[in-house]
Each structure stands twice: as C-alpha cells, then as structure tokens.
C-alpha cells in the first residue's frame, strides 16, 4: 500500500527545544515537500526537495530545516521552535520531479504546539 | 508569484443538492489544477484535476470545469451526501525556471451536507 508516514502526529512543546518531525514513503517519489496549515491560509510550501541531495525553499521557510540524505526520507527540524510555528504539518510526495502536472500524496498530518 | 483564491469559505448545503466551489488564479503560466479533499485528522486526498487543455473533467458526482481566459476553475459536487462533508481545497501549479515547480492552494472550503 502506498504510503506517506509522519511521525510524530502529535507533539507538545517549548519555545527553543530542537525538534525533527520525520516523513517517509514507501513509492520511491523523486519529489518530497513539507507544507504547513493554518486558520484561513490553507496550506503553504515550507520546503521542498526533487530528489537526494537537493532542496529548495518554499514560501515559509524561515525557523526550518530538512535534509535528504535517501530517497525515501524527507525530515523537517525546527532547531529552535518558536509559539509562531504552532500549526498542522504535512508531508506530500509525487513521482517525477520535473512533471508538475501529477498529483501530490500526502501524510495524515502532524500537530505541533509550542508553548 | 501565483496567487489561488477560493470562495466560499463555508458552504452549508442539504443532502441531495448541488455544491458549486470557485476558484481563480493569477499567473496564466499554471497549467495543472488539483481538487483536493480533506476529513478531520487526515491530509489532503486528491479527488479530480484538470489539465489546462481541457476545459472539463466528470467522475460520477464531481465535475471541475476550468475557463483559462478567465483564469478561473470550479468543483461541482452533484447529489451531495453527509459523506461528502470535509474541507476542499484548490491548487494550481506551474513549472518554475530551473526546472522544479510549484503548487499553491486556495484557503479552503468547509463544505457541510445536512440531513
């Protein structure tokens, strides 16, 4: 079964605890991205990577890192998180990098709340 | 940068009837729009999408039509049932310079079907 994993997918925090939130896949996608969701934003482009070894950044990436050292692994680290990252995380996949027009898998969500 | 609003923002209908949500986009350089839906406590699911070559795409009881001169595209939910109450949301996605590419989303409809 096709799958886009997040873990965890509920975290309370504090302000400047490093933390990872992990996203695998299981279809051997080139494309991973990171978005978040929030009240009346919908959801926005954190980070995004083609494939191993390359990422770029999205339209919110201030306060993120990721990496993509395998193909299957696209994690995303708040170094020191701070209240204004409190939202719903999401992790989404697609095939081929280079063919926009695919539609993009998604995890089921992670919750992060920083106190 | 592309620019995706979505109206309404809440959508209350009864079972039975028809659900009409609009979308309208800014950069004519987008040519893929994905329709997603989204449960509580799950990521978004790709429910139909439309290339910009065509101008409408059925499956069953979901239609999207699309009006490029207008820069403009709809989800028409026909014979609405209680299973189809969740958040929708739009996207559309272009090919960047450089090879990546970009989805952006609309902010969301909360589509509720009443008995």
């Known amino acids: 079964e096709a799958q886009v994993t997040q873990n965890p997918r509920y975290l309370i925090t504090v302000t400047g605890k490093k933390l990872t939130v992990t996203c695998s896949q299981n279809?051997?996608?080139?494309?991973m991205s990171w978005y978040r969701q929030d009240p009346g934003l919908g959801l926005r482009q954190i980070y995004y990577?083609?494939?191993?070894?390359?990422?770029d950044k999205g339209d919110v990436p201030e306060g993120y890192k990721v990496s993509r050292k395998e193909k299957r692994n696209f994690p995303l680290i708040l170094e020191s998180p701070s209240p204004n990252q409190t939202s719903l995380y999401f992790c989404?996949?697609?095939?081929?990098?280079?063919?926009?027009?695919?539609?993009?898998?998604f995890g089921d969500g992670t919750r992060l709340s920083i106190l | 940068g592309e620019n995706v609003e979505q109206h309404p923002s809440t959508l209350s209908v009864q079972e039975g009837d028809s659900a009409v949500i609009k979308c309208t986009y800014s950069?004519?350089?987008?040519?893929?729009f994905p329709w997603y839906k989204q449960e509580l406590g799950k990521g978004p699911q790709l429910i139909i999408d439309?290339?910009?070559?065509?101008g409408e795409k059925k499956d069953q009881r979901i239609a999207v039509t699309l009006n490029k001169t207008a820069k403009h595209f709809s989800l028409h939910i026909t014979e609405t049932q209680p299973e189809d109450s969740a958040v929708y949301f739009c996207?559309?996605?272009?090919?960047?310079?450089?090879?990546?590419?970009?989805?952006?989303f609309g902010t969301g409809t909360q589509l509720k079907v009443e008995l």
């Open positions: 950069d004519s350089a987008s040519n893929y």
């Open positions: 996207a559309a996605s272009m090919i960047l310079t450089g090879g990546g590419n970009k989805l952006t």
């Open positions: 990577s083609m494939n191993v070894e390359v990422t």
């Open positions: 279809m051997n996608h080139e494309y």
């Open positions: 989404a996949t697609r095939d081929r990098a280079g063919i926009s027009n695919q539609p993009q898998h």
């Open positions: 439309i290339r910009s070559n065509v």
